[in-house]
């Protein structure tokens, strides 16, 4: 199985900064197999990144995806308000798995 | 976008089976691919499986023994049976729209939509 690691576990941002969300998996995956979602407390996950890279539907640029191997991020390039929440990253295997979180918390 | 709905008991004892169905709204249930995710409270989530559009089903190895996925299709209903139930499988139940294929940058595989989920408590 292949385990994801996510870092920071928490967080702690004001609005406007920049954040960086690392996901780190035990086995070597296809940036194409990477996917981000974002799930506020209360509501199903939604989908941010998938591709590694793609934007999903109706995502704000501010979203990017990046990474190779086993080291991917997520940056959210100047925190709104409505970005405190929590994301997970996923990876396309057998069995599929997701990191266990960051969320990301206002200063 | 198609709408998801689960439904179900919300508590269940232990040893005995979960059954919980996620109504689909918006779109015919065999045009596309399913999945069962869950998320026990304040931690992570768990793929259950994948249910097909053609009908095949693809389970997670840490519950294959224990998962069945079927549908309804006159009811457009996507259903969960998860047997022999323990406190560690207390968790909020989703449904969930897989999307997958090619694009211009290659293949993708990411679930689109989601149902609110349903919160299933196993105690006694």
């Known amino acids: 199985e292949n385990v994801l690691t996510q870092s920071p576990g928490t967080l702690s941002l004001s609005p406007g900064e920049r954040a960086t969300l690392s996901c780190r998996t035990s086995?070597?995956?296809?940036?194409?197999?990477l996917t981000w979602y974002q799930q506020k407390p209360g509501q199903a996950p939604r989908v941010l990144i998938y591709?590694?890279?793609t934007r999903a539907t109706g995502i704000p640029d501010r979203f990017s995806g990046g990474g190779s191997g086993t080291v991917f991020t997520l940056t959210i390039s100047r925190l709104e308000p409505d970005d405190f929440a929590v994301y997970y990253c996923?990876?396309?295997?057998?069995?599929?798995?997701f990191g266990g979180g960051t969320k990301v918390e206002i200063k | 976008q198609v709408q998801l709905q689960e439904s179900g008991p919300g508590l269940v004892k232990p040893s005995e089976t979960l059954s919980l169905t996620c109504t689909v709204s918006?779109?015919?249930?065999?045009?596309?691919?399913w999945s069962w995710i869950r998320q026990p409270p304040g931690k992570g989530l768990e793929w259950i499986g994948y249910?097909?559009?053609?009908?095949?089903?693809k389970y997670n190895p840490s519950l294959r023994s224990r998962v069945t996925m079927s549908i309804n299709t006159s009811e457009n209903q996507l259903s969960l049976r998860l047997s022999s139930v323990t406190a560690a499988d207390t968790a909020v139940y989703y449904c969930?729209?897989?999307?997958?294929?090619?694009?211009?940058?290659?293949?993708?595989?990411?679930?689109?939509?989601w149902g609110q989920g349903t919160l299933v408590t196993v105690s006694s």
């Open positions: 249910f097909y559009g053609g009908g095949a089903t």
């Open positions: 591709g590694g890279s």
């Open positions: 969930a729209r897989l999307s997958m294929g090619y694009d211009d940058t290659g293949f993708y595989h990411f679930f689109e939509d």
């Open positions: 996923q990876q396309y295997g057998n069995p599929l798995t």
């Open positions: 086995q070597s995956v296809s940036n194409r197999l």
């Open positions: 918006g779109g015919s249930i065999t045009n596309y691919d």
